[in-house]
């Protein structure tokens, strides 16, 4: 929320969000759509059935199951997530940072969920 920029213990302090342009680009589709913005949880639906349909796509009959759905990354509307055994998930998250009021992207969101990198 850009009006929290402007809040006291603002300035400089970092924090992760999802892939902006993916998340704008599925907001337009929605609307688009639907003729209406998305609640802030339609993305997570989303992204459950692109994991689905990714894992159908690639030949997986037991697409439903928690051993096909955590055996690897998926790409949703927010970008790459994992969905782990323990029943957490893993985000590819960009990290970003206050300056003068205004949020400044320090280091992108990866494109997929590779090795351990980043910030």
């Not at 892939?19 to 913005?37: G, K």
């Not at 003068?100 to 980043?118: N, R």
Request: without cysteine; neutral net charge.
């Amino acid at each position: 929320r850009p009006d929290l920029f402007s809040m006291p213990g603002a300035e400089g302090a970092w924090f992760a969000l999802p892939d902006l342009s993916r998340q704008q680009s599925f907001a337009a589709r929605f609307t688009a759509a639907y003729d209406s913005a998305p609640n802030p949880l339609a993305a997570l639906g989303y992204d459950a059935v692109a994991a689905v349909a990714g894992l159908v796509k690639a030949g997986r009959r037991d697409a439903l199951t928690a051993r096909a759905l955590t055996s690897g990354s998926f790409n949703g509307a927010l970008g790459a997530f994992r969905l782990n055994e323990n029943g957490t998930n893993t985000r590819a998250l960009a990290i970003a940072t206050v300056s003068g009021g205004q949020m400044s992207i320090l280091e992108p969101a990866p494109a997929s969920l590779g090795g351990g990198a980043g910030f």
